[in-house]
């Protein structure tokens, strides 16, 4: 089993940055795939970015503003976003899977104000 918690959330102005962590707790080992889904207000939950074998994929709309990255030594995947927007409002969730199994965190709330 492996638990994950996020954290690094909150309120900032448009054009700011934040960077969300996300913590596992229990070993990683044959964790294959990790990343980032957002679910804005009303609505699903979508991927954001990704990071399978050291090779890295991004929706569209955070391209050039977000950088996923993990640090195995510390069990921990992050997510740094710069020059964030309104429309980047939402609960962000980390997802870890290894073989069949995925592992989703509690989420954690990131507001961008205008």
């Known amino acids: 089993q492996v638990q994950l918690v996020e954290s690094g959330g909150g309120l900032v102005q448009a054009g700011g940055s934040l960077r969300l962590s996300c913590a596992a707790s229990?070993?990683?080992?044959?964790?294959?795939?990790m990343a980032w889904y957002r679910q804005p207000p009303g609505k699903q939950r979508d991927l954001v970015a990704g990071i399978t074998s050291g090779i890295t994929n991004y929706a569209d709309s955070v391209k050039g503003r977000f950088t996923i990255s993990r640090d195995n030594a510390k069990n921990t995947m992050y997510l740094q976003m710069n020059s964030l927007k309104p429309e980047d409002t939402g609960v962000y969730y980390c997802k870890m899977r290894r073989g069949f199994n995925n592992y989703w965190g509690q989420g954690t709330q990131v507001t961008v104000s205008s």
């Open positions: 229990g070993s990683i080992f044959g964790i294959d795939i």
